[in-house]
């Protein structure tokens, strides 16, 4: 399949990229990440392994799309909790509930 990542032309296929990501160990998954074989890697991870650039010079969008039409399943970030966290307050000693 043909893409660009970077502004870079690729031809890429699904064995391929099996076979670059076999024995590569994921990193922790806190964005955008794909399922390749049986593991979870993080999509700038994969577009690091497979077009061998430095994942500040392509978005995960665009890997993201390339292996979404290669049939990986691929994930969105975790959407943030809208709720903002709300800390104990200590007053004389005594831990009280945050008001509501």
Do not use: N, W
């Not at 994921?26 to 999509?43: A, D």
């Not at 691929?74 to 000693?93: E, F, K, Q, W, Y």
């Amino acid at each position: 399949m043909h893409c660009v990542i970077a502004r870079f032309p690729f031809e890429l296929v699904k064995s391929e990229v099996l076979r670059s990501m076999k024995g590569v160990k994921p990193e922790p998954v806190t964005g955008e990440s794909v399922i390749i074989g049986r593991r979870t890697y993080p999509v700038k991870q994969v577009g690091e392994v497979i077009t061998r650039q430095d994942r500040r010079d392509f978005s995960a969008g665009e890997v993201t799309r390339a292996m979404t039409r290669l049939g990986f399943t691929c994930r969105t970030a975790p959407a943030a909790d809208p709720r903002p966290r709300l800390r104990p307050r200590i007053a004389d000693g005594h831990v009280t509930a945050p008001p509501r």
